[in-house]
């Protein structure tokens, strides 16, 4: 069964940094590109970013472009997500989500999610 | 990259059939097979139902299909389930490596 377990949420003050994790389970992690998506409070689904399976290809969404990284540890079965200069706008829950093995554009597991709260 | 349009709402009692609809572009819906859609429910991670525009995952009943026309696809759920109450959020390759979403759409079973 495959697991995907995010930890590293919480509350940042503005412009502050996180670094969140997505430790996975249950499937050969090395095989699969992974995405990171995220939902405001109340809100609908944003894509954040996507990482290839050897780590040698990253996209990103131009809300974040500049300020996220995504990466991965292959050997540790585990995608990162590094988050500064952080913003109100950026407070969300974030999910790490496994592709579907038709294209990265699908994603057929996913994560319980993190909150991320960015608030003085 | 502007989100998908999507009706805030739609209604159906047990055993009917409803469509939601997704609108976009030609950069986004219209120029690209690659719609997929996804089921949420409350405090639960998404679930994706439909991929390549109307390719159903294992385990994801016929009831739920997908199409496309334009720039507008559409998710129909059929003879409608209480468990079918949820959100649904459709998404689209955008070209240049980017995802967009829809606004969402909340389902409620009368």
């Known amino acids: 069964e495959v697991q995907l377990l995010e930890s590293g949420g919480g509350l940042v003050q503005p412009g502050g940094s996180l670094r969140l994790s997505c430790a996975a389970s249950?499937?050969?992690?090395?095989?699969?590109?992974m995405n990171w998506v995220r939902q405001a409070p109340g809100k609908g689904l944003e894509w954040v970013s996507v990482?290839?399976?050897?780590?040698?290809?990253?996209y990103y969404a131009d809300s974040v472009k500049g300020r996220f990284t995504i990466s991965r540890d292959n050997s540790k079965s585990t995608l990162y997500l590094q988050m500064n200069s952080l913003r109100a706008e950026d407070t969300a829950v974030y999910y790490c989500?496994?592709?579907?093995?038709?294209?990265?554009?699908?994603?057929?597991?996913w994560g319980q999610g993190m909150l991320v709260t960015v608030s003085s | 990259q502007s989100a998908l349009t999507q009706p805030p709402s739609a209604s159906g009692s047990p055993g009917q059939s409803v469509t939601i609809s997704c609108t976009g572009s030609?950069?986004?819906?219209?120029?690209?097979?690659?719609v997929s859609w996804y089921q949420q429910h409350p405090g639960k991670a998404p679930k994706l139902i439909i991929y390549?525009?109307?390719k159903r995952p294992s385990g994801v009943p016929d009831r739920f299909s997908g199409s496309k026309s334009g720039n507008t696809a559409s998710l129909t759920v059929s003879g409608l389930q209480a468990e079918d109450e949820a959100d649904y959020y459709c998404?689209?390759?955008?070209?240049?490596?980017?995802?967009?979403f829809g606004g969402g759409t909340k389902l409620t079973v009368l």
């Open positions: 989500a496994k592709r579907h093995s038709s294209s990265w554009y699908y994603s057929d597991s």
């Open positions: 249950g499937f050969i992690f090395s095989s699969y590109a």
């Open positions: 990482i290839g399976s050897s780590g040698d290809k990253t």
């Open positions: 030609s950069s986004d819906v219209g120029g690209y097979n690659y």
């Open positions: 390549e525009v109307s």
């Open positions: 998404s689209s390759y955008a070209g240049s490596n980017n995802l967009v």
